[in-house]
């Protein structure tokens, strides 16, 4: 369909590069194209669906989106209110959806929909939509704390109509499909913040060594360079882990644990990084000056988007056997 036909941790190669551009909206955007909204379509779309969708995304003529959160469910997927409701040959959509990287752009959504009235984790549906279509209505470009350089966008649908081969894999199948689409893009975002955690970290090794306070540098203080040494085994562990969840996956095993625990501590620790690297920055890393505090804005999102931390440590518990699975 247009790509190298090589394995996820390519993806997660590339995940690592992108994290060299200074500033995490652009390798977000890239990763919902290549990690979020087309890897249900890959393993469980129809031929036609896969040369329609997947061939032009793969080649950079379409942008994609991925249509999963709402105003009142966010973490919680099961609890999405749009639905999908079949009328002849057609789904007829009706709903909205928030927090939409490339939503106020984007050619086509993965979109999460409520096919019929059956129980949350089995009513759901994955359709391929057109954004051109009638009744799609873009309400707003959301004004952010971080992520300033990606769009994200409220939408609204009425009444509109899609062909029922849009819909990706079988009907009722939706919500375990964009659970295994979940975990690509739990891996690529832990994968794209190694890189900035590295940077910020010598970055401010650099900016403490040249500032001077009470006659001798920040940085030879030994509260400051033992804390960025201590930051800096912390970031290696993460890689670890990942590598380790990346290697388990290209096995062909269920990486959902240890994709989990791995989203969870690069939640914890890009806010543990930033938040240390820019308190040593002074006065100056509270302006926009510095790259501190882009980052400290950007990486914030680690610990909300694609699963909250608080999401993250329910299903390492189900894995775990301390909380019971559904």
């Not at 360079?225 to 062909?252: I, N, T």
């Not at 989203?263 to 509270?286: H, I, P, Y």
Request: aromatic residues 8%; charged residues 20%.
């Amino acid at each position: 369909y247009g790509g190298m036909g090589l394995d996820f941790s390519y993806n997660i190669a590339v995940a690592e590069e992108l994290g060299n551009i200074r500033c995490g909206g652009i390798p977000m955007a890239i990763g919902v194209q290549t990690g979020m909204a087309t890897p249900a379509l890959t393993r469980f779309g129809s031929e036609e669906l896969k040369k329609q969708f997947l061939v032009p995304t793969i080649a950079g003529d379409f942008v994609a989106c991925l249509g999963i959160s709402e105003a009142g469910a966010g973490s919680d997927v099961a609890n999405i209110k749009t639905t999908a409701v079949r009328k002849g040959d057609e789904y007829v959509i009706n709903g909205g959806k928030m927090w939409i990287t490339s939503g106020s752009q984007a050619d086509w959504m993965c979109l999460l929909a409520n096919t019929s009235e059956g129980p949350p984790h089995q009513n759901k549906s994955l359709i391929c939509l057109p954004m051109n279509l009638p009744g799609i209505h873009v309400a707003k470009k959301i004004d952010k704390l971080g992520m300033r350089s990606s769009d994200t966008a409220q939408i609204f649908f009425e009444d509109v109509r899609v062909p029922c081969k849009n819909l990706i894999g079988e009907e009722g199948n939706g919500f375990t499909y964009q659970m295994l689409q979940f975990q690509e893009e739990r891996l690529w975002g832990v994968a794209s913040a190694l890189t900035p955690l590295e940077t910020v970290i010598q970055e401010t090794i650099d900016y403490t060594r040249q500032r001077k306070v009470f006659g001798r540098p920040v940085l030879h203080n030994q509260t400051v360079h033992f804390r960025l040494a201590e930051l800096a085994a912390e970031v290696e562990l993460l890689r670890s882990l990942l590598y380790r969840a990346v290697a388990f996956y290209v096995e062909g095993n269920d990486v959902t644990k240890f994709a989990s625990m791995a989203k969870l501590k690069a939640g914890r620790l890009t806010r543990e990084v930033t938040d240390s690297c820019l308190q040593f920055w002074g006065g100056m890393g509270f302006t926009s000056e510095v790259l501190v505090s882009r980052l400290y804005r950007d990486l914030r999102l680690m610990s909300i988007g694609g699963g909250s931390d608080e999401t993250m440590l329910s299903i390492i518990c189900k894995y775990m056997d301390i909380l019971p699975r559904k």
